[in-house]
C-alpha cells in the first residue's frame, strides 16, 4: 500500500481511472482515521498515544495497484475541490436521462 | 444487506449509521466504465448499507454526499475558539 501525499494521490487516482476504462473497477474507501501507526496491543498499556481527531483515509485501488491518502482539516477544503472535479470528471460512463427527449419526438411524430 | 432502491433513503439512513460510530463506519464507492455502473456501500461490520446506479444524475449526488462526509470525518469535535470566549 502506498501512502502517498494529497496531491500525489489525485494525480495517481486520474491514472487509475483511465486505465480502468475499458474494462475493471475503481475502488475508493473513506475512512475516519485518528493518527494511530502502530496496532493497538491486545493486552497491556498504549504507549502514550494522542488519537487526533481531524484526519481521514482515502485509499483507492484497481484491484492490483493500491494507494492510498490521508486528508486533513488543513488540507480538506483545496483537496476536496479538486478530489470532487476529478470524480465527476472521471465517473462519465453512465446512462443519461433522456426522458424528455423521447416525449418531444414522439409528439413532433404526432 | 439492504440494498435501496431510493437515493433519498439511503443517504439518510447512512449518514445516521456514519454518525452512530464515526470511527467504525466506512464508506466504499466502486466505479465501472465498462459497465457504466457505480456502487455506494456504507459499513460498521455490521449493518451493511448498498446504492447502486447506473445514472448519470446520481453521480453528483454521490460525490457531493462522499465530500460531504469527508467533512464529517476532518471536523474537529474539541471546542472551537469561538465559544471560548463565553
Redesign the interface.
Given at each position: 500500500m502506498v501512502l502517498l501525499e494529497s496531491e500525489q494521490f489525485l494525480t495517481e487516482l486520474t491514472r487509475l481511472f483511465q486505465k480502468c476504462r475499458l474494462s475493471g473497477s475503481v475502488f475508493i474507501t473513506l475512512k475516519k482515521y485518528d493518527g494511530r501507526t502502530k496496532p493497538i496491543p491486545r493486552k497491556g498499556s498504549v504507549e502514550g498515544f494522542e488519537p487526533s481527531d481531524n484526519k481521514c483515509l482515502l485509499r483507492a485501488t484497481d484491484g492490483k495497484k493500491k494507494i492510498s491518502t490521508v486528508v486533513s482539516s488543513k488540507e480538506v477544503n483545496k483537496f476536496q475541490m479538486a478530489y470532487s472535479n476529478l470524480l465527476r470528471d472521471n465517473m462519465d460512463g453512465l446512462k443519461k436521462r433522456d426522458k424528455k427527449s423521447k416525449s418531444k419526438k414522439s409528439k413532433a411524430a404526432q | 444487506m439492504p440494498q435501496y432502491q431510493t437515493w433519498e433513503e439511503f443517504s439518510r439512513v447512512a449518514e445516521k449509521l456514519y454518525l452512530a460510530d464515526?470511527?467504525k463506519?466506512?464508506?466504499?464507492?466502486?466505479?465501472?466504465?465498462?459497465d457504466?455502473?457505480?456502487c455506494i456501500k456504507v459499513t460498521d461490520d455490521l449493518v451493511c448499507l448498498v446504492y447502486r446506479?447506473?445514472?448519470?444524475?446520481?453521480?453528483?449526488k454521490i460525490?457531493?454526499f462522499?465530500?460531504q462526509?469527508?467533512?464529517l470525518?476532518?471536523?474537529?469535535?474539541?471546542h472551537s475558539v469561538a465559544m471560548e470566549t463565553d
Open positions: - | 464515526p470511527m463506519a466506512r464508506v466504499v464507492l466502486k466505479y465501472r466504465h465498462s457504466g455502473s457505480l446506479t447506473d445514472q448519470a444524475q446520481d453521480v453528483k460525490e457531493k462522499h465530500s462526509l469527508m467533512r470525518m476532518v471536523a474537529k469535535e474539541s
